[in-house]
């Protein structure tokens, strides 16, 4: 059975950073599109950033303060945050699509979930 599990999360204040890891060793970076996803309380799951073989897009995140990225060696998938606010507080999940799959901003794209990191930034 496949885990993900992210590692990374606390308590910051804000303007803080923090860096989100998942392991993915099993996962080729060519057939699968990665990505992470966050869920703030009494809201939706959104996409905060994915990645696969053009590179890292942010699909529906004004994005400049994370940055989406892996690491082929140590086969890990990262997300590095700056500038942290405290509408940034949620709980923080790593996602693997299906083989194949061109994008994987949609919930249904995701095959594989990791247990969620909950980031909490203070004012």
């Known amino acids: 059975q496949v885990q993900l599990v992210e590692s990374g999360g606390g308590s910051v204040q804000r303007g803080g950073s923090l860096r989100l890891s998942c392991p993915v060793s099993?996962?080729?970076?060519?057939?699968?599109?990665m990505a992470w996803f966050r869920q703030a309380p009494g809201k939706e799951r959104e996409v905060v950033a994915t990645?696969?073989?053009?590179?890292?897009d942010y699909p529906s995140f004004r994005n400049d303060r994370f940055t989406i990225s892996r690491d082929i060696a140590e086969n890990t998938l990262y997300l590095q945050m700056n500038s942290l606010e405290p509408e940034d507080t949620a709980m923080y999940y790593c996602?693997?699509?299906?083989?194949?799959?061109?994008?994987?901003?949609?919930?249904?794209?995701?095959?594989?979930w990791g247990q969620g990191t909950q980031v909490t930034v203070s004012s």
């Open positions: 990645i696969y073989r053009n590179g890292p």
């Open positions: 099993g996962f080729n970076y060519n057939v699968h599109c």
């Open positions: 996602a693997v699509a299906y083989p194949y799959q061109t994008q994987c901003f949609l919930e249904t794209d995701i095959q594989y």
